[in-house]
């Protein structure tokens, strides 16, 4: 038990039939943090939640609360509570009796209820609207009334399961804003889930990636950034290019047949490992003046800058730069020390980061997919 | 716009022809044939005569009342439990719910009372285990029970249907914010499933209130039921005129109590399915 933790996994595992969803997942979760847990659709981010949320057993391990274990006690009596995906708020009643609905349990009085219904609702930006039928609300605004309800019976921790996924980008960039100001303001824990790394990124404290039912990495969102641990995380947290390499010594990493200075040490010498180089990390100099050499394949305009595919060595490149070059350029590739992260071999090399069969429209498709799911 | 506003009439035109002929002109004859007499000439009189069968007329809806409660307190927690279990679980429960009704009413009602003769099947077992015998054909809970057992099914699939629709995050919702069970069911699922309710009510009450061969083969002769007095007046006595007045009559009082039950599960009816 280190100190402020409120939650505490030990040993995690689920199993459905024969398929693993969660694998011996170990977790603490400080108090008052925002944390998020973050993987493609599948990883059992969703599983880990409803565990700690307790509508969901473990198969094995425990769910620690303030030290106690909280493995065998009903949803109804843990200080936890969910925002759900689709809102799940009461259609048969209105805005003011959804939110009335864990204090009435409570037996508090009617004159507390509707004072403080009326603070949860400014609160969440809704003033005046008790009367409103649930079903005359916006997807925007019920996400909002749902906020409202579980944070009126002054929950611990809020548990949050893709909370803005049916909410169009403009609204989803806003209420992200909002959530985390709402956060801060109640001075609770969030645990959040999403396969949005944007939005983990923007709004925790703590990111938790996750894929096949095991933890990836657990850090800062500049940590996940700038020192993913495997081929997985730093391919689902922003574009990665990651290559092939060898670590020839201290700071010395060999990869694309030339030798780069880089920051990484404690590899065995000759060591092979996975090279990760973010895409707007890549220097472009005229052809000839780089370490080494490529020919630019696809050049797509992205607003901030131009996202090109080049082909060095016979292996695509994504860089982003903010000058235009048109396709079939030759160009000069340098790469400053602090843009290259060097990760040890998992079992995750070579399965992401190159970018030959890239294309937008395929991203789009896999996006909508997820969304669905 | 035009043309398809006209097909809209058109493809409903067999619809309406067909309700006509075989709803709205029957109900024609019944008011007529209500207030007149053998010569088709004006009376109420049979309509002043009905005061005679108003304890039949209790009674079968008193019965067809118990019949329906009885449904509605079996079918509720059986819709709950098939709308939760596995699909494949619910293919083989709705089988089964819905097997007995591939066969005749008076076929099933006919082995019913095959069962529960004072020679029939049970008491045969009960001789020959030297138990007690049970005196139950010809008594109104014989009667109850095949209404119970014909029309039950058409409690559980409305029931079923609206739980099976029903989003099972508000369940957990309301756990999840400190409801136990009792709370939960009272606060969440009743309500959400009173149109299913009142739909099963009304499709179980109506047919068991005016059934006359259950209550002829299972209650004997001991009692009637309104329907069976409805039968008699077309089939043996030829009174048709007062057959229809007390049809009409009966129309009426269910009408009456469906409205009591609308008024008491609220307004909306989205939902609210028919089979």
Known sequence: MGNGVIIELQNISKRYDDEVILDNINLSIKDKEFMTFLGPSGCGKTTTLRIIAGFLEADNGQVIFEGKDINNLPPHKRQVNTIFQRYALFPHLN?????????????????????????????????????????????????????????????????????????????????QVELKSIQKRMGITFIYVTHDQQEALSMSDTVVVMNDGKIQQIGSPIDIYNEPKNAFVADFIGESNILDGVMLDDFKAKFSGAVFQCLDKGFAVNESVDIVVRPEDVDVVPYGEGTISGVITSNTFKGVHFEMIVDIDNFKWMIQTTDYYPVGTKIGIVIEPDAIHVMKKSEYSGMFGDYSSFSDEIEHLSDVTEEEE | MKKSSLMKKLTAAPYLVWAAIFIIVPLIFVLIYSVTDADGSFTLQYISDIGKYKDVML?????????????????????????????????TMMILVMLPMWMNLLIRTYSMMILMQDTGIINSVLTYFNLPNLHMINTQGAVVLGMVYNYIPYMILPLYSIMSKMDMNLIEAAGDLGANKIVTFK???????LPGIASGFTMVFVPSVSTFYISKKLGGNTFSLIGDVIEMQFKSANNYNLGAALSLVLMVLIIICMMVMNRFTGDDDDGGVLI
């Not at chain 1, 004159?111 to 409103?132: A, H, P, T, Y």
């Not at chain 1, 605004?141 to 409202?148: G, L, P, S």
């Not at chain 2, 927690?77 to 939760?84: G, H, K, Q, W």
């Open chain 1, 95 to 175: 805005v003011y009796d959804n939110i009335a609905f864990g204090l009435r349990v409570k037996k508090m009085k009617e004159k507390d209820i509707s004072k403080k219904v009326k603070e949860m609702l400014e609160l969440v930006n809704l003033r005046g609207f008790q009367k409103r039928n649930i079903a005359s609300l916006s997807g925007g605004q019920q996400q909002r009334v749902a906020i409202a309800r579980a944070l009126a019976v002054e929950p611990r921790v809020l548990l949050l399961d893709e909370p803005l996924g049916a909410l169009d980008l403009k609204l989803r960039k806003d209420m």
């Open chain 2, 59 to 91: 009674n079968s809806i008193w019965l067809g009342f118990i019949a329906t409660v009885i449904s509605l307190v079996i079918a509720y927690p059986l819709a709950y439990i098939m709308a939760r279990t596995t699909a494949n679980v619910q293919r």
């Open chain 2, 187 to 193: 606060d969440i699922i009743l309500p959400l499933t």
